[in-house]
């Protein structure tokens, strides 16, 4: 997306432009949510990344080893170096089941899953069409993760599931977090604890998973609880990409782009750059962020080669939908200072119900998988949504959030 | 904001009880919310983490998560549990005089 958008933004006299990507698989992460329970498939949420890429923009398929930050180099896996002007960082997070105790031992993928890669939540649609009962745990190990409110969703859409299949009364179905309540910020975390409850899905709150024993079937917390299970379904830790760690100075503790929050240049070098879910900046690891990064990112590149001041234009802002099962979703949208609130989206005329659920939120996460890959891959604006989070629309808190 | 008076001394401190200034901070100060928060007696291990914290903080105006903490304090995260129970990296950051650890969403 970010190569899509400067190549728009930059002559080919101005730049070349090279991509270099691990392979030519790219996967439409949201739609991992809707496997397990048969709502799509594998299939439906891959495509080639060469075809997603602009006409003037070079596709290198290779690992890379590291980035030397001095030199202005990309070292590949394969020996070859990549001179560069300007470095974007774009890679992502990586899971780390194996930093968790037994996570991946006995029962990883028979009876402890995750959704987040393709081959887990297919291995996990497998098992629910055979689960007829018992005690179904849903947690996640720590922050930060790709999009957090994903595990909730999961929960919420396993009550419909089992609902739909008629066991839903054979199911305990509870929700573990590490968090010390539902969700993260108070507003949102009451009222999705609020739904949670209305749909019996036990909470279980600062649970710090220090290991899983697919055997026993027990996650195990740091401070010895115990919450028993027949079917786990986990979101393991997240660091950055390995390459991160491996590049002197470019990356925190976990691997993430040390990112100036407001204008994502690297605080290690002033020609590097971090986008989505490789930076540290403090914000949802979500692909609504990524797209309202885009733009500032884009234009600070071109600020950059051009000689002129960055500006620091990006502000925090995530817009994600929540399904919640039965054909409804909640909307939340929120920046590094406001938190989400209720109200309507995308102004107080919006058509979409801000923190509640409806129907139409629910058709606008179905309507979102083209707009990705017909608007947000191809780097288009959406009309009518703008890059910094509005106040407009939104019912302010009584009190102001930290 | 509101003020807390500790071993004697008074110091500004937010909703949660952490000190709002870490230039505020004293040894004597961290035994005191440490007795506060269920912790009679700060041992060496506890100043291992304590020290850690604060000091990762002052460098880098970021306080480290339990994950990093685990990583880099030189104390297992388990242990790190039955030193401050709860909540680890929130109990030590208040303890160091130092703002609670920013979770993100």
């Given at each position: 997306m970010i190569a899509n958008r400067l190549r728009r933004a930059l002559t080919i006299d101005e730049a070349a432009i090279t991509v270099v990507d691990r392979d030519d698989m790219h996967v439409y992460q949201p739609g991992l949510l809707f496997v397990p329970f048969g709502l799509t498939s594998v299939e439906e949420i891959v495509r080639s990344r060469r075809r997603q890429i602009r006409d003037g923009v070079e596709l290198r398929t290779a690992e890379v080893d590291h980035v030397d930050l001095e030199m202005d180099r990309v070292h590949l896996g394969d020996g070859e170096t990549l001179p560069y002007d300007v470095l974007v960082v774009a890679s992502g997070s990586r899971l780390q089941?194996?930093?968790?105790?037994?996570?991946?031992?006995?029962?990883?993928?028979?009876?402890v899953f995750t959704f987040y890669t393709p081959e887990g939540a297919a291995s996990l649609a497998e098992a629910l069409r055979s689960f007829d009962g018992g005690r179904v745990v849903v947690s996640f190990v720590d922050l930060p993760i790709k999009c957090p409110v994903a595990p909730l969703e999961l929960a919420f859409l396993a009550d419909w599931y089992f609902h739909d299949c008629g066991v839903r009364d054979d199911v305990e179905l509870t929700f573990v977090t590490p968090l010390d309540g539902a969700f993260t910020k108070p507003v949102a975390s009451e009222q999705l604890a609020g739904l949670l409850a209305a749909k019996g899905i036990g909470l279980v709150t600062e649970f710090a998973t220090g290991e899983v024993d697919g055997a026993g079937g027990r996650l195990v917390s740091y401070d010895d609880r115990e919450v028993p299970f027949d079917l786990l379904v986990t979101v393991p830790l997240h660091g950055g990409a390995a390459y991160v760690e491996r590049?002197?100075?470019?990356?925190d503790d976990l691997g993430f782009v040390r990112t100036d929050p407001r204008t994502l240049q690297s605080t290690a070098k002033p020609n590097v750059f971090a986008i989505g879910d490789?930076?540290?900046?403090?914000?949802?690891?979500?692909g609504s962020v990524t797209h309202f990064e885009a733009e500032v990112l884009t234009e600070n590149v071109r600020r950059y080669l051009a000689g002129e001041p960055l500006e620091d234009g990006f502000d925090g802002h995530a817009n994600c939908f929540v399904e919640t099962g039965f054909h409804k979703a909640l909307l939340i949208d929120f920046n590094y200072e406001v938190e989400p609130l209720p109200g309507r989206y995308p102004s107080s005329l919006g058509p979409l119900p801000l923190l509640k659920e409806s129907r139409l939120n629910h058709m606008a996460k179905l309507a979102f998988q083209s707009i990705y890959w017909h608007m947000l891959l191809p780097g288009r604006e959406i009309p009518g949504i703008s890059t910094q989070m509005q106040m407009r629309g939104k019912k302010a808190a009584a009190t102001a959030s930290a | 904001m509101t003020t807390a008076t500790l071993s004697g001394t008074t110091v500004d401190v937010d909703a949660e009880g952490f000190l709002t200034d870490p230039a505020e901070w004293t040894e004597e100060l961290a035994a005191a919310i440490g007795r506060e928060n269920g912790i009679p007696e700060l041992t060496p291990r506890h100043w291992q983490v304590v020290n850690y914290m604060r000091t990762t903080y002052l460098d880098t105006g970021q306080a480290p998560s339990i994950r990093s903490l685990g990583k880099q304090s030189g104390v297992p995260i388990k242990e790190l549990y039955a030193l401050f129970p709860k909540g680890p990296a929130k109990l030590a950051a208040k303890i160091g005089g130092i703002p609670k650890p920013r979770g993100c969403i």
């Open positions: 089941p194996e930093e968790t105790e037994g996570m991946t031992g006995p029962g990883w993928m028979e009876r590049s002197s100075g470019l990356g490789a930076t540290n900046v403090p914000t949802s690891k979500a | -």
